[in-house]
């Protein structure tokens, strides 16, 4: 389906005052080529300049059948005639035609001018290129500037190069030199004569690089872009995919030519290709056979070649059609780049092909994945068809008219990533196209597009050029179907004309349809119509955006053309290009609001749409919900679209707060449109000034009507929080247990916290109830808090932040690191929360004082915690009970009941199995050994990590009482040879020099027992030392040998 509006996409038209009959035009480079109907001159006129002067005239060497300009390297090429043969010309320089006694050097394809005639300064050049076949049709690549040929059986690529002027000239002086050294001093002085004017031209020639052999395929139109190749027969198109590379390139078997033959052997009977349409890899699957052969001087690898694209059609010919209605023209391959992609990139982010039937054009775009994005249904038979970036501009004989295109959709897809998601948005690449005004003339022939002007040539002649050659050289095909007989070309002409059409800006013609637009939005605001004008208007303004931004690319890297340029002029259209891209950005913005406030009042399929459109338009929420509140005396309410895009604005963490005002309102607009999201929109961080006993007014009503729940429990609190009615908070929040209300916590996060989206911490901030539970209910507080950690609605780091904003970063968020330990499964998570909470232990340690005294009460560091060393013992598996003979070196009410607690809780985590020694002995260096508790922790480290005998010398130096109590839980199993290899040395040693030291001596007397019991009489005998007491040690050597006889 084709949308038709009364848009006008032109503002004026001129003729160009031509001399003789125009046979053929192009343009390019700023100008348009004329060619003469059967002549061998080339006119040149300015588009660019009002009345379209002449720029110059020159003579070709031959008839010329057709003729093409490549903007890279401005130069024409022409197929010519001359003498029943046919000559593939290219015209370099041609703007020095100015003068028309201008010198012209001709030369063959790969042979640079010397001599003489490079001396002689820049010159236009004719670059004659032999082909083995008679040239048929010519493509410039509009990225490379190389040129393709289409031959009757091949197609021959020919590779645009650039030889510096000065460069050349040195060349010839060396030779000249060579040949004739007395020349040398006239030589010099010609260059020193030219030298100025052409140190900077580069000489353009050629280079065949490749040959492609065709078969079952006859071209009547080629193009190339950027690798891809196109070739166009009568009722087929074949795209291909050039690309060069180092690897040796196998070649494939040919499909067998054997299979179908030729229409034009069959002389009894005709068949018909059936319909194809083969994209992407399923085109290799074509019966077309290519084959590539090399052709470059140079070795610059190998060519492969894949298949794009396929499409072969069958006349239709039971709705009447005859078989020139069924020809396919105007093949073009356009490249379009965004705005990211940098000048120096030669590869563009999309490349789209375009050829059309008389009654239906076809649009496919190539990169990224093959795909047809527009079939063009034209009202009547079309000649001539030509795609931009912002239209499709297409002829009939009486008429011309323009086409809307989905190139911007498809290279917005490919620049901007955040397209089709909840960030922006774009019209769809299917949208259904529409067409424009037409403009209506006399007897078209052709067309032709150079940035905003449209070329048009007109004659009076009903049948044109093309037509008859289509009637006069039928295939087979046409002789068998053709049901009216071939018309004769008039020979006088009856009138012609040349015109110069001017496209409107595309912002004046984004006006327009916005205008146009305004006729649906009084009619009918939600009409299919007004939303696809709007979308219309919005891929306009994107393709302006892209060109903009290629343009002011050019600008940037264009260089003057001497050093006496005025030098303002570039900075100039840089400024003005600035303004042009500054205009349409603006328009964008106002148009993505149009279409976001179409969305928001549109079906429930689309209204997603309109929170993506909001954003890009730039409006505030405020601004949002004015052009969303419904008149007074109009039934509706809001739309799904406008409620999508407030839920998504709230229940992201934005930093725009709304105001009173602003806030009662959305409560209002949620209370009649979905009262089950208020408790979500209550806890938004947008809300915060909303009227608490309004709002408060409406949430008792929810209650009444939809039922008590936790979430919507907690947020009645929070709201007699704000009025200060905390009699009537506590009841409510003592309607539900604690782990009820944690359950609330987890459903709705922020009914605790504001704000924190991808882990920036800094962001997130604690709510009045947070505040509140931090003072009254703590408990529930850090339990709320693990229980969302657990379940990923807040990390570590910003919990820690929270507390850290409630001053409570000494109790509560200590409390929460030992709560954690206690619920948390993730290792890495376990061993950073045992380094912190081991690092306030110590802190608490040595902060606080040893003796029994207690500091001031009120302090936070001395509120109690939430959990003793007993409660985690029992409680948290990280948590080790304390080992006996700890008691010993700390027994209770020795020091003050915070540094008690901070003790054990630091031993309590030495004696558990998680903690990792190596990672703690750092942090206990700032504790001293002096005090016996430091003395236990640092024995403690050092028994975890093995060391034994160490520890041992050390308990009987510092407290020997403690001795038997550390060996009876320490020293067992594979220690237990302790006991006689070190422990009994020792004590026996000690002893001899302190005989009086009872402590020693009930040691080794606890020590004897254990040795006599694990060690046979002889061993024993082995262990007693040389100068003992007998007597002393007789009755466990007896003790000993009882053991071992019973056993």
């Not at 052969?293 to 059609?313: A, I």
């Not at 609330?744 to 996060?749: A, D, N, R, T, V």
Request: aromatic share 6%.
């Amino acid at each position: 389906m084709v949308h038709v509006y009364n848009c006008h996409p032109f503002s004026s038209q001129q003729i160009v005052q031509v001399e003789q009959e125009p046979g053929l035009v192009c343009c390019g480079g700023g100008a348009l080529f004329v060619v003469a109907t059967g002549g061998c001159k080339v006119e040149a006129y300015s588009v660019e300049q009002e009345g379209c002067p002449l720029i110059c005239r020159f003579s070709t060497m031959g008839a010329v059948k057709s003729i093409s300009h490549s903007k890279i390297g401005d130069y024409l090429v022409t197929i010519e005639e001359k003498n029943s043969a046919t000559y593939l010309r290219a015209y370099t320089n041609w703007r020095y035609q100015a003068e028309e006694k201008a010198r012209v050097g001709v030369r063959l394809l790969g042979h640079l001018l010397r001599g003489a005639s490079v001396r002689g300064g820049v010159q236009m050049e004719i670059i004659e290129i032999p082909l083995s076949e008679r040239p048929i049709a010519v493509a410039c690549c509009s990225i490379t500037g190389d040129l393709l040929v289409g031959c009757e059986n091949t197609l021959v690529l020919f590779t645009l190069r650039r030889q510096n002027q000065q460069s050349l000239q040195t060349q010839s002086q060396q030779i000249l030199q060579s040949a004739w050294p007395n020349t040398q001093q006239s030589s010099s002085q010609s260059q020193g004569q030219t030298s100025s004017s052409s140190q900077n031209v580069s000489i353009l020639d050629f280079e065949r690089s490749v040959i492609l052999h065709l078969q079952k395929i006859k071209p009547k139109q080629v193009a190339l872009c950027g690798g891809y190749v196109a070739v166009q027969a009568e009722l087929e198109v074949l795209v291909l995919k050039l690309d060069a590379s180092s690897e040796p390139e196998i070649p494939e078997d040919s499909l067998d030519t054997n299979k179908a033959d030729h229409l034009e052997d069959h002389s009894d009977f005709l068949v018909l290709q059936r319909h194809q349409e083969l994209l992407g890899d399923r085109a290799k699957d074509c019966d077309v056979p290519v084959s590539i052969e090399k052709t470059g001087l140079e070795d610059r690898g190998q060519y492969t070649l894949s298949y794009v694209l396929f499409r072969r059609f069958t006349p239709d010919f039971f709705q009447g059609c005859s078989v020139e209605e069924t020809q396919l023209h105007s093949l073009q391959l356009h490249p379009l780049f965004t705005s990211n992609q940098s000048a120096a990139l030669e590869e563009p982010a999309c490349v789209f092909c375009f050829f059309s039937l008389p009654t239906i054009g076809y649009l496919y775009s190539l990169k990224g994945g093959v795909e047809l994005l527009s079939a063009y249904q034209y009202p009547e038979k079309v000649l001539e068809a030509v795609l931009t970036d912002h239209l499709l501009h297409v002829i009939t004989k009486s008429a011309l008219q323009c086409f809307t295109v989905r190139c911007a959709a498809v290279a917005a897809r490919t620049e901007d990533p955040y397209i089709d998601t909840t960030m922006k948005a774009c019209p769809p690449c299917s949208l259904e196209v529409c067409a424009l005004r037409m403009q209506l003339f006399i007897g078209l022939r052709s067309v032709c597009v150079h940035g905003r002007h449209v070329i048009l040539l007109s004659t009076a002649d009903a049948e044109t050029p093309e037509e008859t050659e289509r009637t006069t050289q039928r295939r087979g095909l046409s002789r068998k179907w053709t049901i009216s007989s071939p018309r004769e070309t008039s020979t006088a002409g009856h009138g012609w004309n040349l015109y110069v059409v001017d496209t409107v800006s595309p912002l004046a013609l984004y006006q327009e349809m916005v205008e146009y637009s305004q006729r649906y939005t009084e009619t009918n605001p939600q009409a299919q119509s007004l939303r696809h004008l709007l979308s219309e208007a919005h891929l306009l303004l994107r393709a302006s955006l892209l060109q903009a931004s290629e343009q002011q690319r050019s600008i940037q890297g264009e260089p003057a053309a001497s050093p006496q340029a005025d030098t303002d002029k570039p900075a100039e259209e840089q400024t003005a290009a600035q303004t042009d891209v500054q205009e349409l950005e603006e328009a964008l913005r106002r148009n993505c609001a149009q279409l976001g406030d179409s969305f928001s009042r549109g079906g429930q399929r689309d209204c997603h749409l309109a929170l993506p459109y909001y954003r890009m338009s730039g409006l505030s929420v405020t601004e949002v919900m004015a052009r969303n509140r419904p008149l007074p005396s109009s039934p509706h309410t809001y739309g799904p679209g406008f409620l999508f895009y407030l839920k998504h604005y709230l229940l992201e963490e934005t930093e725009q707060i709304l105001s009173q005002e602003a806030a009662d309102e959305v409560i209002d607009i949620f209370s009649q449109s979905e009262p089950s999201q208020l408790v979500s929109v209550c806890a938004s961080p947008p809300m915060i000034n909303v009227s608490p006993a309004q709002t408060l007014r409406i949430l008792q009503h929810l209650e009444d009507t939809a039922g008590v729940s936790v979430t919507l429990t907690i947020t009645m609190a929070t709201m007699m929080l704000l009025l200060g009615d905390l009699p009537q908070y506590t009841q409510l929040m003592e309607r539900h247990a604690e782990m009820v209300l944690v359950y609330g916590f987890i459903e709705e996060p922020r009914l605790l916290l504001h704000g924190g989206g991808g882990g920036q911490h800094m962001n997130i901030h604690p709510t009045a109830l947070t505040r509140q539970l931090a003072k009254t209910q703590p408990g529930l507080l850090v339990a709320a808090m693990v229980a969302l950690h657990e379940n990923s609605k807040v990390q570590l780091e910003q919990a820690d932040h929270v507390f850290k904003e409630l001053g409570c970063e000494n109790c509560l968020q200590v409390d929460f690191w030992e709560a954690m330990l206690m619920a948390s499964s993730q290792e890495a998570v376990i061993q950073e929360l045992l380094f912190r909470v081991v690092s306030v232990y110590i802190d608490r340690l040595t902060n606080t004082n040893s003796d029994t005294h207690p500091g001031p009460p009120h302090t936070p560091s001395r509120r109690r915690p939430l959990k003793s060393a007993d409660d985690l013992i029992n409680s948290c598996s990280h948590y080790g009970a304390l080992y006996p003979w700890l008691t010993v070196l700390s027994p209770a009410h020795t020091t003050s009941s915070q540094h008690q607690e901070a003790l054990h809780k630091l031993q309590s985590l030495l004696c558990g199995p998680s903690l990792s020694m190596g990672s703690v002995v750092p942090l206990l260096e700032r504790l001293s050994e002096e005090t016996l508790w430091g003395f236990s922790l640092h024995l403690l480290c050092a028994t975890r990590r093995g060391q034994y005998d160490s520890s041992i010398e050390k308990l009987l130096d510092r407290c020997p009482q403690a001795i038997i109590a550390y060996a009876n839980h320490q020293l067992q199993d594979k220690n237990m040879v302790l006991w006689w290899q070190k422990l009994l040395p020792e004590l026996c040693n000690r002893t001899r020099d302190a005989a009086d030291n009872s402590i020693l001596l009930a040691a080794l007397r606890e020590t004897l027992v254990v040795v006599a019991m694990e060690t046979s009489p002889a061993e024993f005998l082995e262990l007693i030392p040389d100068d003992g007491t007998a007597s002393y040690f007789l009755p466990h050597l007896l003790a000993c040998s009882q053991r071992h006889l019973v056993a």
